[in-house]
């Protein structure tokens, strides 16, 4: 079954990078689009950006270009990384996958997500 | 970037009742609209894509339906596991954009 499963620090300092793995399970992530949303109490849900199936991607300008994803198919995990972290960047982070192969969204399933704390 | 309008922002409702949630679409998004519910402490579960099409699992006192650039979810008939909060989603052009939620409880 699709399975999908993010692994982070739960505290990360202020100015410094964030980085977060999701190992999927149950499909091959050169067929969907993977998806990094956050839910912050500042901003609620919020769609970061995205790794199509074939590995290009694109990115929310919120996030400038502080935000890369990046994949390792042979290993069935997506990455997030995110740098010069801030305060405001607490909150839970999330995989998702899109559902249909040739389309980016809806998302039909997600990750438990990790919370990340952003603190000195 | 298109903003989605949600409302109510909390909604108190009957068991067996029918409920409403909107979202207004700050421009045209055809009908790439999905509707999620997320339970506490749990991550969003797709409800509804596509403005009006069930997910696979989701009760059919689901509804999802659109009047112009007004979207709609409608509860058929509240039960208990309804319980949670409720967000719409646009896909029609990038950056994907979320409405602030609905808060549903049982009265």
């Known amino acids: 079954q699709v399975q999908l499963k993010e692994t982070g620090p739960g505290l990360v300092q202020p100015t410094q990078t964030l980085s977060i793995t999701c190992t999927v399970s149950?499909?091959?992530?050169?067929?969907?689009?993977m998806q990094w949303v956050r839910q912050t109490p500042g901003k609620g849900l919020e769609w970061m950006g995205f790794i199509r199936s074939g590995g290009s991607t694109e990115y929310n300008s919120e996030f400038k270009s502080r935000l890369s994803i990046s994949r390792d198919t042979s290993k069935n995990q997506v990455f997030l990384k995110m740098n010069s972290l801030k305060t405001e960047d607490t909150g839970v982070y999330y995989c998702?996958?899109?559902?249909?192969?040739?389309?980016?969204?809806?998302?039909?399933?997600w990750g438990q997500g990790v919370m990340v704390t952003v603190s000195s | 970037d298109i903003q989605m309008t949600q409302s109510p922002a909390s909604l108190s409702a009957s068991l067996e009742e029918i409920v409403t949630i909107t979202c207004q679409a700050s421009q045209n998004i055809g009908n790439w609209l999905a509707w999620y519910q997320q339970k506490p402490g749990k991550s969003p579960q797709l409800l509804i894509y596509?403005?009006?099409s069930l997910a696979d699992g989701v009760p059919s006192r689901f509804s999802g339906s659109r009047s112009g650039t007004q979207y709609s979810l409608k509860i058929s008939r509240l039960q208990v596991e309804d319980i949670g909060i409720y967000y719409c989603?646009?896909?029609?052009?990038?950056?994907?954009?979320f409405g602030s939620g609905t808060k549903l409880e049982i009265k």
């Open positions: 596509g403005t009006t």
């Open positions: 998702a996958r899109s559902k249909f192969i040739t389309t980016v969204a809806p998302f039909d399933y």
């Open positions: 149950g499909f091959s992530l050169t067929s969907y689009y």
């Open positions: 989603q646009q896909a029609s052009s990038t950056p994907l954009t």
